[in-house]
């Protein structure tokens, strides 16, 4: 049995743990992934070199959790979102819509991740890649159960979902905190966009067996 002692010291490693990735994830950004080294990143924490490698292997595995960490987080957020008892559209909508809530409040972290992922190892970028496909077969089912339903019209569901992830990864490609629209604002938009393209015939798709293209 795990007693009180054991809880707050394994709550002390997780909290360092996450103060490392932090201040790294910084350092990251403002320095980028190479330039940075494991010293930097103990003095960004207020720990000595020596001690960062109890709670990290080496900098690539630090590298690793600030590039798959929302990756983790938000495919936590869609896993309950996919499984609740919702018609498509409004299972589409929620995770259209959580996606952009979580990377607005997390934007510079994100960024971050995403940019400096390509410095990643091959053992870890299929790692962090089986995360993200994990990922896109929420979206990919989602759709699935709407042309199953007619709530949706037939297309290319593996097409689609990348077109609409597509789509919400390139906003924090330009989203400012400080620019002109609400994170709710830009959310409401993606999900009208969309769910029309979903719902209305006028745009156009291939369809899944891509013999021809579908429009009404």
């Known amino acids: 049995m795990i007693n009180k002692k054991q809880n707050i010291q394994s709550s002390y490693w997780l909290e360092k743990r996450d103060e490392i990735v932090e201040s790294a994830s910084r350092l990251f950004e403002e320095k ?5 080294n494991m010293g930097d990143i103990a003095n960004a924490a207020n720990l000595n070199k ?9 900098k690539a595995d630090i590298l690793y959790e600030v ?7 938000i495919l936590e957020i869609a896993k309950p979102i996919k499984a609740a008892d919702l018609p498509p559209g409004k299972k589409l ?3 259209i819509c959580k996606q952009i809530e979580y990377r607005a409040a997390r934007h510079k972290f994100v960024l971050t991740g995403v940019t400096e992922r390509r410095n ?15 990922y896109e077969i929420i979206f990919r089912q989602v759709i699935e159960e709407g042309i199953a339903s007619g709530e949706f019209r037939p297309l290319n569901v593996k097409l689609t979902s990348m077109f609409i992830l597509g789509l919400l990864n390139s906003i924090f490609q330009w989203y400012k905190s400080t620019g002109e629209l609400l994170p709710a604002e830009i959310a409401a938009a993606a999900c009208d966009f969309a769910l029309t393209a979903l719902r209305d015939g006028r745009f156009m798709c291939f369809t899944d067996d891509r013999r021809e293209l579908a429009s009404t």
Do not use: H, M
Not at 32 to 36: M, S
Not at 67 to 73: D, G
Not at 120 to 134: I, K, N, S, T
């Open 32 to 36: 980028g992934y190479t330039a940075t």
């Open 50 to 58: 020596a001690t960062i490698y109890y709670y990290f292997k080496n």
């Open 67 to 73: 590039s798959s960490r929302p990756q983790k987080e």
């Open 93 to 95: 909508e929620a995770l």
């Open 120 to 134: 990643l190892p091959p053992r870890l970028y299929r790692a962090y890649v089986a995360l993200r496909d994990e």
